[in-house]
């Protein structure tokens, strides 16, 4: 283990304009998301609504209010998936790499660090789109990500958290592919059978 550095943070950078580093698992999820909401969603919600207002007047209506409001929900959700989508920038961490770049923490990369108590961690760099912290995947920006880049193994950093500054021991670095959890349609759709069996004089509709 390397003893001598300790790498100090440094000052913030401005990062790209718009640039979403992504990885390829967190790319499909959100396409998948986005034709889903799209193809599938945003239509059911609209037969939905278009049903809601034959109904009587849409002041007193539930269904019609309940369909309006989910529109917009589905429309800045897909506006905001379009863009993240569009400024994807695709690292795959298992793709080769020189020995140079395979020894420092960037984008992409797993790292094993010891804490201030000796406790041994394991945490994978990902997108903002793919924190799961239930997997140990944190965002490049995160200050636990923003502490580990560009530290290599036997470094020494200060990781600085809401609750004060800590030091961290970076202790392996590697890179392998990192399994994303993939998109699952919601259990209460609009656009799944159960969706629109709420009414039972509501129109049916095939998946």
Do not use: C
């Not at 019609?64 to 917009?72: A, D, H, I, T």
């Not at 944190?138 to 958290?161: F, N, T, Y």
Request: a positive charge; zero cysteines.
């Amino acid at each position: 283990m390397r003893t001598a550095f300790t790498r100090q943070p440094q000052p913030d950078k401005p990062e790209s304009p718009g640039k979403n580093y992504i990885t390829p698992g967190g790319l499909k999820r959100l396409t998948d998301e986005y034709h889903f909401l799209v193809t599938r969603e945003r239509p059911a919600v609209t037969e939905m609504v278009s049903w809601a207002a034959a109904n009587g007047d849409r002041s007193d209506n539930a269904d019609y209010k309940y369909g309006k409001r989910r529109l917009r929900q589905i429309d800045g959700r897909i506006r905001f998936l379009r863009k993240r989508i569009e400024a994807a920038e695709v690292v795959d961490p298992g793709a080769p790499r020189s020995e140079r770049a395979s020894a420092r923490v960037f984008f992409g990369a797993t790292v094993r660090y010891a804490d201030a108590k000796g406790a041994e961690h394991v945490v994978s760099i990902v997108g903002s789109d793919e924190v799961d912290l239930h997997r140990n995947h944190i965002s490049w920006l995160s200050p636990l990500g923003h502490a580990l880049l560009k530290s290599a193994e036997g470094d020494r950093v200060e990781l600085m958290a809401p609750g004060g500054t800590t030091d961290l021991i970076v202790l392996e670095v590697r890179y392998e592919s990192i399994a994303v959890e993939p998109f699952s349609e919601p259990p209460f759709a609009e656009s799944s059978s159960k969706g629109f069996s709420r009414n039972s004089d509501r129109p049916g509709r095939s998946s």
